[in-house]
T-cell receptor, first 114, second 112 residues
Framework: DAGVIQSPRHEVTEMGQEVTLRCKPI?????LFWYRQTMMRGLELLIY????????DSGMPEDRFSAKMPNASFSTLKIQPSEPRDSAVYFC????????????FGDGTRLSIL | EDKVVQSPLSLVVHEGDTVTLNCSYE??????LLWYKQEKKAPTFLFML????IEKKSGRLSSILDKKELFSILNITATQTGDSAVYLC????????????FGAGTRLAVHP
């Protein structure tokens, strides 16, 4: 079975550019989560969706960050304009919304903003 | 404030040693506690614990939950170099939709 698929694996871009990260959840999973991981702050939940609807975006750091889930098999996380402090590994995870189902993670996108 | 605290933050052992990793939590409406292993890429799921005192085992790894004292331990016996990783503890809390809060992780290095 295919796991959570993220693209790109690595992204290096200059400050001020728009960055778009992509995620395809596991088929049949109706909850999708975006996380950011840094050495200083560990794994932080940015936003999560259930049945394509954003449920909680309280972890989104500021208005430069936005996320969409246009259908059950695709989500994007966009940063515009990007800043060096956005450099991190961004993970997407998915799960069933049945109570207490573990989240399954993609391999992440390593983002470097110069 | 909801939080998950892991200790130690890092640990260096030799192959064959036994290690114990700790996780304590303070969250509203606790539901379950999960352990993940993170090598170079994605965190991979190890265990989920919902009830106190029931040990979960998988090979050389085992874990147990104490809901009265609000902590869990992850034991690894006869460690191998392949056990080197960051071990993350996470807790389901609050309402629905399986929202997790993660600890900072324990970085384990197993030397030959």
């Amino acid at each position: 079975d295919a796991g959570v698929i993220q693209s790109p694996r690595h992204e290096v871009t200059e400050m001020g550019q728009e960055v778009t990260l992509r995620c395809k959840p596991i088929s049949g999973h109706n909850s999708l989560f975006w996380y950011r991981q840094t050495m200083m702050r560990g794994l932080e939940l940015l936003i999560y969706f259930n049945n394509n609807v954003p449920i909680d975006d309280s972890g989104m750091p500021e208005d430069r960050f936005s996320a969409k889930m246009p259908n059950a098999s695709f989500s994007t996380l966009k940063i515009q304009p990007s800043e060096p402090r956005d450099s991190a590994v961004y993970f997407c995870a998915s799960s069933s919304d049945i109570a207490n189902q573990p989240q399954h993670f993609g391999d992440g996108t390593r983002l470097s903003i110069l | 404030e909801d939080k998950v605290v892991q200790s130690p933050l890092s640990l260096v052992v030799h192959e064959g040693d036994t290690v114990t990793l700790n996780c304590s939590y303070e969250v509203t409406n606790f539901r379950s506690l999960l352990w993940y292993k993170q090598e170079k890429k994605a965190p991979t799921f190890l265990f989920m614990l919902t009830s106190s005192g029931i040990e979960k085992k998988s090979g050389r790894l085992s874990s147990i939950l104490d809901k009265k004292e609000l902590f869990s331990i992850l034991n690894i016996t006869a460690t191998q170099t392949g056990d080197s990783a960051v071990y993350l503890c996470a807790v389901f809390y609050g309402g629905g939709y399986n929202k997790l809060i993660f600890g900072a992780g324990t970085r384990l290095a197993v030397h030959p």
